[in-house]
C-alpha cells in the first residue's frame, strides 16, 4: 500500500491521519492531534467459528508510558494490565463502531489503538476512535461507516469544540459525540447540572463539527483503493422461517405478556424447546432457527409498542416502576440505601475516608490522587445465573464510572468536606437499569453519611422502538426492552439540570427530533425519582455515623511544619501513638486530623497548636524532666520543645547534683527567661519561688 496523508481541521486542532508506512500486515492508521499520536491496527479472522451466534468485536487501547516519557513504576517496569482509562477507551470505540456492521456477520474483528505520543493537552481518545474508523474503512469489511467524533465543552455559554485537558477541567460540560454523517451513534457526558436544550445542542454541535473529518476518512479510503471484504449475508430460508414461526409465534405472544422476569423467562425458554427440533440431527441449523426465534421476540414486543399497546410489564410508554426505598439499612456502615425499582435492585454503600485512603492514579498524564471512588458490583446471582465471581469486568467498570460522572457534580469541595469517598454498588436483582439504580441508591447513601451534596442525583433508562417513520420512547426500560430495542439512552440529574448522559444506539443514527423527546420524557421521569426518594430522605443528615472518622482541620505557618513533624517523624508519631489519630499535612500548614473519637482528635489538635505556638518570655510552664546532665536538666515544655533549667536556676539553695532534686520524669513548672537568637531556651524553677 502506499503512503497516503490527509489533514483535517478539528476544532483549534489539526488531525493528520496517515496509512501505509507503520503496520503493513493489518489494516492500520497513525492519527495525530497535536503531539498525540496513536496507532491504529485493524485484523479480521477469514471464517467464523462453527455455531458462532454473535460479532466478537474486540477493542484493545494500549498505552506505553514511553509516549509521556515516563518509566513504568512498580518492579517489573512494564505495562501490565489496562488501566481504568483504558478500558474505558475501549468501550468507548466498541460502542461507537458495533451498531454498524451488519447482523449476521460473526467473523472475528480486533482493534487495537496503542498511544505512542502523549501530548500533555489532549486526550488520545478521540484520535483513537477516529482512528479506528479510518481503519476499518480501509479493511473493506462490511461496516456502514465512517464515523468520526469530538468532545464539547461548555464555558461561559459558548461551546467549545474539541477541547484540551485545561479547557475540559474548567468546563461545565465534558460531552463526547460520535456518529456517521446521517445521525448520532454514541454520546457520553459528564455535565454541571446544565439544561436538557444545552446538553441536546452540545450533542447536535459537536455533530455537526466532525462533518470534515468523516469526508477527510472517504478521500483516504478512495485514494488508498479498498476491497470490499468477501461476505455476503446468509440467504434465508423461508421454509425454515414458516416452521419457527408456526410453532413459537403464539406461546411467545403470551411469554411476553407476563410481567414477572423469571416466569416471563421461563416462558420463553419452553418456546425455544419448541423448535429444537428445527436445528437439525447434529445441531448444524441451530444458529439460523435461533436467530429467527429471536426475530419472532422483537417483532411482538416492538410492534405492541408502537402499535400503542401496554408494555411487557403493562406500563404506558411513560411510566416508571414502582419504587421502594430505604436507607441506614447496614449498621456498622458510614452510609447505606437500598433502591428497588421494579425487580432492579441496588445496595449501595458509602464509606468515608482520610487524605492518605485517596486512589493513587497513575496516567499517562500524570500521577494524581482521585478521592472519589465509586465502584460498581454485579454478581451473577442478581440475574438468577450462575458464574465466575472475581475479577472485575469491563461492564462493570464502565457502569461505574457512569454513576460516578453523574454524582460529581453535587459531591462538595475538599476544602468544605476534607473526607475521601467511597460509594460501592452491589446490584442484588437486575432488570434493566441497574446503573441508574446505582446513582439513586448512591446519592441517597450519601446523605445517609452525613455527605453535604448539593442536591439529591436521580437517573433513569430511556429506550427507542423505531418503525420506519414511527418511533416510541420509553421511559425506565427494563432488561428485555433494552435488548429488543434500538437504543439505550441513561440520563441522570438534579432538579436543577443533567449532570450525566450516554447513548448507545443499535440502528445507524438517530435525529435530533428523536433525543429531544427523549430528554425531556426522561426529565419527567427523573424529577418523579427524585421526589419518590424525598420521601425517604429529602436531604443529608445532619450528624455523621458514630463509626466514621471525623475529620479536624488546623492551619499552621508552613515555617513550623518541620516541628510538627519532628527529626525523622518522631514528634508526628509520637503524636499519633499518644491520640490514636491519623495526621496529614499538606506543603501549605494545612493540618488534617482524623479519628473516629472527637476527644482524641482534640487532644491531638492541641498537641499541634502547642508544638507550634510561639514560646514567650515571662511565661510559666508546666514540663516533663527529659534529660539529666551534670550542669541542669532538658525540660520539654511543649511537644518537641525542649529549655535547659541550669543548675543553678533549680533552687534558691546550692545544689550539688541535680538528681538531688530531679529525676526523669519529674513533672514541674518553669519560667522562660530568654529565647536567644538560635531558637534555644533558657528556664528557671528559683525564679517562680522568687516571684512567689
Keep these: ?48 467459528r462453527p455455531g458462532q451466534d454473535f460479532f466478537p468485536l474486540t477493542v484493545d487501547f494500549i498505552e506505553r508510558t514511553y509516549a509521556a516519557g515516563r518509566i513504568p513504576g512498580g518492579f517489573f517496569k512494564r505495562e501490565g494490565r489496562p488501566t481504568e482509562k483504558a478500558i474505558l477507551t475501549s468501550r468507548l470505540i466498541d460502542r461507537a463502531m458495533r451498531p454498524l456492521f451488519p447482523k449476521g456477520f460473526y467473523n472475528e474483528v480486533q482493534v487495537v489503538p496503542t498511544v505512542l505520543s502523549a501530548d500533555d493537552e489532549i486526550d488520545p481518545d478521540i484520535p483513537a476512535l477516529i482512528g479506528a474508523s479510518a481503519a476499518l474503512m480501509l479493511s473493506g469489511l462490511p461496516f456502514k461507516g465512517p464515523v468520526a467524533a469530538t468532545r464539547v465543552g461548555y464555558k461561559d455559554g459558548a461551546y467549545v469544540i474539541n477541547p484540551t485537558y485545561k479547557e475540559t477541567a474548567e468546563s461545565d460540560l465534558n460531552l463526547v459525540v460520535a456518529g456517521t454523517a446521517d445521525g448520532v451513534i454514541m454520546v457520553e457526558s459528564e455535565a454541571k447540572m446544565l439544561s436538557e436544550e444545552v ?127 430505604r436507607t441506614g439499612v447496614l449498621p456498622r456502615t458510614h452510609g447505606s440505601a437500598l433502591f428497588t425499582r421494579g425487580e432492579t435492585q441496588a445496595l449501595v ?31 451473577p446471582y442478581c440475574v438468577g445465573e450462575t458464574g465466575r465471581v472475581g475479577a472485575t469486568k469491563r461492564r462493570e467498570i ?42 439513586c441508591g448512591g446519592s441517597l447513601s450519601l446523605m445517609d453519611a452525613g455527605v453535604p451534596i448539593s442536591e439529591p442525583v436521580a437517573g433513569i ?34 432538579t436543577t439540570g443533567v449532570t450525566a448522559l450516554q447513548m448507545d444506539i443499535k440502528v445507524t443514527g438517530i435525529t435530533g427530533q428523536i433525543m429531544q423527546a427523549a430528554l425531556e420524557q426522561a426529565c419527567e421521569g427523573r424529577l418523579h425519582i427524585i421526589g419518590e426518594m424525598a420521601k425517604a430522605l429529602a436531604k443529608p443528615r445532619e450528624e455523621m455515623s458514630d463509626y466514621a472518622p471525623r475529620i479536624l482541620t488546623v492551619h499552621i505557618h508552613p515555617d513550623k511544619i518541620r516541628d510538627v513533624i519532628g527529626k525523622g517523624g ?5 503524636i499519633t501513638e499518644q491520640t490514636g489519630t491519623t495526621i496529614d499535612i499538606d506543603d501549605d500548614g494545612t493540618v488534617r486530623i482524623a479519628s473516629v473519637d472527637r476527644a482524641a482528635a482534640e487532644e491531638a489538635r492541641g498537641l499541634i497548636e502547642r508544638i507550634t505556638a510561639e514560646i514567650e518570655v515571662g511565661m510559666v510552664y508546666e514540663g516533663r524532666v527529659a534529660r539529666l546532665m551534670d550542669f541542669g536538666a532538658f525540660v520539654t515544655i511543649l511537644p518537641g520543645r525542649d529549655g535547659l533549667l541550669h543548675i543553678s536556676q533549680i533552687s534558691d539553695e546550692r545544689v550539688e547534683k541535680v538528681s538531688d532534686k530531679l529525676a526523669e520524669g519529674d513533672v514541674v513548672r518553669v519560667k522562660v527567661l530568654e529565647v536567644d537568637k538560635q531558637g534555644r531556651i533558657r528556664l528557671s524553677m528559683k525564679a517562680l519561688t522568687e516571684a512567689a
Design 1 to 48: 500500500m502506499k503512503f497516503i496523508r490527509k489533514e483535517v481541521q478539528l476544532g483549534k486542532h489539526l488531525l493528520t491521519l496517515e496509512t501505509g508506512e507503520i503496520a503493513k500486515q493489518a489494516y492500520s492508521v497513525m492519527a495525530r492531534m497535536g503531539d498525540t499520536m496513536v496507532l491504529v491496527a485493524v485484523t479480521a479472522s477469514k471464517g467464523i
Design 570 to 574: 518522631v514528634t508526628i508519631r509520637g
Design 398 to 439: 464502565g457502569h461505574g464510572r457512569l454513576a460516578k460522572r453523574a454524582l460529581a457534580a453535587v459531591v462538595p469541595a475538599k476544602t468544605a468536606f476534607p473526607y475521601t469517598l467511597r460509594i460501592v454498588s452491589e446490584i442484588t436483582e437486575s432488570n434493566g437499569s441497574s446503573s441508574m439504580a446505582t446513582v
Design 461 to 494: 433508562a430511556m429506550g427507542l422502538i423505531m418503525d420506519g417513520s414511527r418511533f416510541a420512547v420509553l421511559s425506565d426500560i427494563l432488561g428485555d426492552e433494552d435488548h429488543l430495542g434500538d437504543m439505550d439512552f441513561k440520563v441522570a440529574g438534579t
Design 349 to 379: 454503600v458509602t464509606t468515608l475516608g482520610t487524605e492518605r485512603d485517596a486512589q493513587l492514579i497513575d496516567a499517562l498524564e500524570g500521577e494524581f490522587r482521585d478521592g472519589f471512588m465509586l465502584h460498581y458490583n454485579f454478581p
Design 199 to 325: 446538553m441536546l445542542e452540545g450533542v447536535l454541535a459537536g455533530h455537526r463539527a466532525f462533518q470534515p473529518v468523516l469526508q477527510a476518512i472517504l478521500e483516504l479510503v478512495a485514494e488508498a483503493g479498498v476491497q470490499p471484504w468477501p461476505w455476503t449475508p446468509p440467504e434465508k430460508d423461508l421454509d425454515l422461517e414458516a416452521a419457527v414461526n408456526s410453532a413459537v409465534e403464539h406461546v411467545l405472544v403470551e411469554a411476553y405478556s407476563i410481567p414477572e422476569k423469571q416466569a416471563r423467562q421461563d416462558a420463553v425458554a419452553q418456546a425455544r424447546e419448541r423448535v429444537t427440533h428445527l436445528a437439525g440431527d447434529t445441531g448444524e441449523r441451530a444458529q439460523e432457527v435461533q436467530t429467527l426465534f429471536s426475530a419472532i421476540e422483537k417483532r411482538i414486543v416492538r410492534g405492541r409498542i408502537v402499535d400503542g399497546n401496554p408494555r411487557i410489564d403493562g406500563r404506558t410508554t411513560r411510566q416508571v416502576r414502582p419504587i421502594t426505598i
